[in-house]
Each structure stands twice: as C-alpha cells, then as structure tokens.
C-alpha cells in the first residue's frame, strides 16, 4: 500500500505509540483489503467505551482502561496510553442505558465501570452521542465527504440517503480513524464501487414504515451486499422510513448503499444511479413478495400472549415517538406486557420538552436511551414472546435471546403492549 | 498418508501465516454480532445452516461475512476466549471480513483459482499457508 509521508510518520511513532498501533491496524486491513492507499477521513463513528463483565476483569488484569483500548480499539497487546481523538468522532449505541439500568439486568459496579470509561471517552474528545442514528443528532455528513462509520444502520444511512462515503467499519478500524484521520481507501470511498449493480422494480406502493421494513428485509436477504437501484417509489419515503428500510437490508442481507430513482442523491436518474453497469439482474417486489417476507419474519411467532414491545430500533425519531405517544395517551400498559422505547438521549430531551415522556411514563412505559434490547441482550424478566416495528430487531432477538418474534406496524405494536395479545398477522 | 486424496488451491493472502486444521464449510455467509457466540465459538443465528456448530479451531470455508459491523468484535473476542477458527477461506471480500481476520490474528486467503466451496468438504483437513498463498487439502480416501 502506498503511504504519504504523513502517514509513514505516524506509523514510525512520531506521533506516539498509541497512533503508530492505530496506524499499523489499517496498513494490516488495508492489505488485507488489497487497497492502493489510505484516505483522509475527519467524520469517524465509533465505539471505545466498556460496558460488559467481560471488559470490565480485562480492565482489572491487564492495566484498566488503557489496556481495554490498546486491546480492543488498537488489535495490540501491548498497553500504549489512549491518545486524544483527531478527527470528529461520534459515538454509538452501547449494551446498556446508564441512567435507568435496573431494568436492564445490570449490576451497579459494572454501570460505575461504564460511566469511568464513559468520562475516559469524552476526555479523549469523542461525542457522547450513544445512538446508532447519529445523523438524527448532530452528524450529518455532506454528500462526498469521507467518513468512517460503524454501525450497519447508520452506513447505509449515510451511503444512500446522504451521499457520504463509508465503509462499514469495526470497532478497531473506527477508533484507528479517530486517533489517525485515515481510512483505507477502498469500496465505498470509490465512485466505481458506488454505482448499482443490479435492480428492483416496485410494482406495489411501499409508503408505510411497516412498508419500508418489510421491503428492505426482501430486498437484503436477495442482494446481499450488492448495490440495489430501486425504480417504482411513489411517496417518498421521509427519514424514519428510510432508517427502517435500511437496518432491515443490512441486518438480512449487508447492504451497504442503494438508490432509490429520483430521491436518493446520487441516483437522479436510473443512468446515473447505474454510471454505465448494465443490471445484471432485476426483479420485482409486489403482494406477493411482501406477504411471504412478513412469514418469514414472524416464523418464530406462534404464542399470541406478548410480553414485551419494544420500539426504536433504530432509534427512534422524534416524530416517532410522537406517534408513539399520540397511540399511547390514555391508555395503559397491561400487567403481564411491557413497552420499552429507544432513542438518542438528545431526542429524549425533546420529548420530554414536549410532555411526550410524561405520556409514556403515564402508560406504564418506559423511554430508554443508549441502546436497545439486541445491544443490551436486556428484555423484561420471563419475557418469551416480543413484538416489534422494526424487522432488524426480529431478527437478531430471536437469534441473540431465543424470545419468539412478531413483526408489524407500531400501531398494532402498541396495541399488543396494552392488550398483552398480538393481533396482527 | 498413501491413498489420500490431495488437492492445492492457490490464492492471495489477506492475514499473514499458516496455521492446519479441520474444514466447516459453509455456502451461506456469516453474520458476526449476533450471528455467532464467542464464548463457546458456534453460529447462532437462527436459518442459518451451521447453527449449533463450532468454528474454534476449525477452518472455515465460507463466501462471506454479513450484517451487523460488531463482525470484528465478536471474532476478536473470540480469538481472546480462545474460540475462533484457525484460519479463513473466503470468497467474497468486504470491510467485515477483511477486519474481522485480521483482528484474529489467524491466517486468512481469498480471491482462489479454484471456488474453495466447490472442493472441500466439512472435515477435510487443511492446511492454509497464507504466506505462499497456498491451500492444501488432504481427503481420507473413500471419505
């Protein structure tokens, strides 16, 4: 790989051990990628604090929570001190909510192990966002701009919709970027990678989130990690649409960019949306491919007694829980279910603002920050049954928890909380 | 060793080494968080052929990685818990699984002139020398 004389100077230590290791990983990955150079990078999303029994007696043996960064963020055994973060650098979601975490199942000493690396993090200069939508809360890269982002939701996201360019990055490479401001400069950083391989047409509306979900869940499970160009959009779909459509294609399948002709930015029409590839297949999606991805999302499903809703994966929005409070208000969670939702805590601060956390407390249900059932691998005690909004998390829960899964709409998800009873398909 | 069936892939190196062991293959790709368990090293996703099964130790003969960006996570805390595979066979590069390997430590190869899953076969034995860009792999006769 080819190294400017900047780069050649952090990996030789000009810049402290700590950058040299940061350095060595991505010449490591780059090579293993078989890419020609590294790329400059100033928009970094990533995770380097510590939340699990596990980290924590790492900490404990090997020399606290340097040992943990050097470890897991570097790839080296040797303790080197964490440096301070050079580039902008964001971070996601975690395997708990801090403030409220009795619920989640998690000891007070590994909360106050968390919040030590929590104030490590900030002290390195890395934003405590805690949300796998950043782009909701102050991260939203300009279309072109080189980013290095973890996060499958979030890099789909930022592919398609906003036109930036990442990889799906890991935990070593993202805090590599941040202490080096590189990146290999491979996939997605490149024009020719961008461009759609393949295609979909619509030949039904897809409008609702419900919609949204189910589509991406097809859609993933057949193009895997090629790049879809999806012709057919009626409505356009608005920002929580988009989210859903995306993490539920990254978690089926690992799509990592789609164009949607005539509403994703670099897909103005189906020429460009291809620059020149000829599909190499296309296919469409209708009635018929929509009721049999709903069965296949729901194949765990079979006892009608939900113990617990959970909403806001990704995240939720604003407007979202708005809707959430608006089906909510009145009414109330029944004794043998629970609802939990998830969003940034910035959004959380809003909602609140704006009477809707009242809303939910009122119904007996809670509004979480920081994570989310999969991450946490949290659900209410003697939970057996779940129901979601979002097909990624029906699809992990089942795998991570072994909790049965329905899928559908966050009306009937709201109803099935304040009932105890699925009712949807 | 006489009446053992011997075939040689070649290939490029992605991780540096050479490591031997015994083949799982798969032809589904794998997903990381959430798709295996590093504590004891097996695929839990749920569809998923190899579900149940164990990859510590093992080479593993797959097209590639999927889903969640928690891929390297899961396989370097495997590599810590002592659980991941001894080396890499795959397919189809991408940022996970180019990260994941190298985070492993385990020697690891692609781009093939023969399609790995078209050859081995779950239990063979392999060897990978990723440095030569060399895979070796010896079948029982009659297996």
């Not at chain 1, 192990?113 to 405590?128: L, N, P």
């Not at chain 1, 619509?202 to 409008?207: S, Y």
């Not at chain 1, 499903?301 to 829980?321: A, F, N």
């Not at chain 2, 892939?9 to 968080?33: C, N």
């Amino acid at each position: 790989m080819r190294l400017t004389d900047e780069e050649k100077a952090m990996r030789d230590g000009r810049d402290g051990p700590a950058v040299a290791r940061a350095m060595d990983l991505l010449i490591r990955y780059g090579e293993a990628l078989g890419a020609q150079a590294l790329v400059e990078t100033r928009n970094v999303c990533g995770t380097v604090t510590a939340t699990t029994p596990f980290l924590r007696d790492f900490a404990y043996e090997k020399g606290g929570l340097d040992a943990v960064f050097s470890e897991f963020n570097l790839d080296t055994s040797e303790v080197v001190p964490t440096p301070r973060a050079k580039a902008f650098s964001s971070h996601l979601q975690l395997g708990f909510d801090p403030h409220p975490p009795v619920e989640m199942g998690v000891s007070d000493e590994i909360v106050q192990f968390y919040k030590r690396s929590e104030a490590a993090a900030a002290r390195m200069g890395v934003q405590i966002l805690n949300t796998c939508t950043p782009y909701q809360v102050g991260n939203v890269p300009t279309r072109g701009e080189h980013c290095a982002w973890m996060e499958s939701s979030a890099v789909v996201y930022c592919n398609s919709v906003l036109g930036a360019r990442t990889n799906t990055e890991g935990r070593e490479s993202a805090s590599s970027a941040m202490v080096t401001c590189r990146i290999p400069d491979w996939g997605f950083h490149r024009d020719e990678f961008r461009r759609g391989t393949l295609g979909v047409r619509l030949e039904m509306p897809v409008e609702s989130v419900e919609d949204w979900g189910l589509f991406g869940y097809w859609m993933g499970e057949w193009v895997q990690d090629r790049v879809p160009v999806i012709e057919g959009v009626g409505q356009v779909p608005n920002l929580p649409r988009l989210k859903h459509f995306g993490a539920a294609a990254s978690s089926s399948g690992g799509v990592e960019m789609f164009h949607l002709v005539g509403v994703t930015p670099e897909a103005s029409t189906v020429e460009q949306a291809y620059g020149g590839n000829r599909p190499t297949e296309v296919r469409t999606y209708g009635a018929k491919e929509r009721s049999e991805t709903l069965a296949r999302i729901n194949m765990t499903g079979i006892d009608r007694k939900v113990d617990y809703v959970m909403l806001g994966c990704p995240h939720y929005t604003i407007e979202q829980i708005w809707e959430a409070a608006c089906l909510l208000e009145g009414r109330k969670v029944h004794p043998d279910s629970a609802l939990w939702i998830f969003t940034p805590r910035a959004i959380k601060e809003v909602a609140t603002r704006n009477g809707y956390t009242q809303i939910i407390e009122a119904a007996g249900a809670k509004l979480l920050t920081d994570s989310c059932s999969a991450m946490s691998r949290a659900v209410p005690p003697g939970t057996r049954v779940a129901a979601f909004d979002s097909a990624k998390q029906a699809h992990y829960l089942p795998a991570i928890l072994g909790v049965q899964a329905w899928f559908g709409t966050t009306s009937q998800c709201i109803d099935a909380a304040c009932t105890g009873r699925w009712s949807g398909s | 060793m006489t009446g053992d069936e011997i075939i040689t892939i070649r290939g490029r190196k992605v991780v540096p080494g050479v490591a031997e062991g015994e083949a799982l293959v798969t032809t589904q790709a794998i997903s990381g968080w959430g798709g295996v368990d590093p504590r004891n090293g097996t695929v839990v996703e749920m569809r998923h052929e190899l579900r149940g099964q164990s990859f510590a130790g093992k080479v593993l003969v797959f097209p590639g990685a999927k889903g969640s960006s928690g891929w390297s996570a899961q396989f370097h805390v495997a590599r810590l818990m002592g659980t991941a595979p001894a080396a890499w066979l795959f397919n189809q590069m991408t940022t996970k699984v180019a990260l994941g390997t190298v985070v492993t430590h385990a020697p690891a190869m692609t781009d093939f002139d023969i399609d790995p899953l078209t050859v081995i076969r779950t239990g063979d034995w392999v060897r990978v020398d990723a440095d030569a860009g060399v895979v070796t792999v010896r079948r029982a006769c009659g297996a």
